[in-house]
Nanobody
Framework: QVQLVESGGGLVQPGGSLRLSCAAS????????MGWYRQAPGKERELVAV???????NYADSVKGRFTISRDNAKNTVYLQLNSLKPEDTAVYYC???????????????WGQGTQVTVSA
């Protein structure tokens, strides 16, 4: 079994900051890319940021310069620092991990359950 558990969401005022965490646990052999996605009400899930095992990152244009993704490979954990938050950042934020459970299996993408981020005055 593999689990991804997110934490750190909440209610914040415009211009504020939050830090999201996502820890992967269970039978894990290796993790390739880890990422954060978000889904606002009535909208499709969209990529926010992704980071490879080597530390290369990619961001959605809407969050560049405001959000920072990082990871701790020893802890199988990915983080998302959200700064200068705007009301349009309000969404459920999901993490995912592209990982292998052992040396003989193919990579599979696992998802967390999501954490709510609400930006409102």
């Amino acid at each position: 079994q593999v689990q991804l558990v997110e934490s750190g969401g909440g209610l914040v005022q415009p211009g504020g900051s939050l830090r999201l965490s996502c820890a992967a646990s269970g039978s894990i052999f290796s993790i390739n890319a880890m990422g954060w996605y978000r889904q606002a009400p009535g909208k499709e899930r969209e990529l926010v940021a992704v980071i490879t095992s080597g530390g290369s990152t990619n961001y959605a244009d809407s969050v560049k310069g405001r959000f920072t993704i990082s990871r701790d490979n020893a802890k199988n954990t990915v983080y998302l620092q959200l700064n200068s938050l705007k009301p349009e950042d309000t969404a459920v934020y999901y993490c995912n991990a592209d990982l292998r459970r052992n040396a003989f299996t193919l990579n599979t993408v696992y998802w967390g359950q999501g954490t709510q981020v609400t930006v409102s005055a």
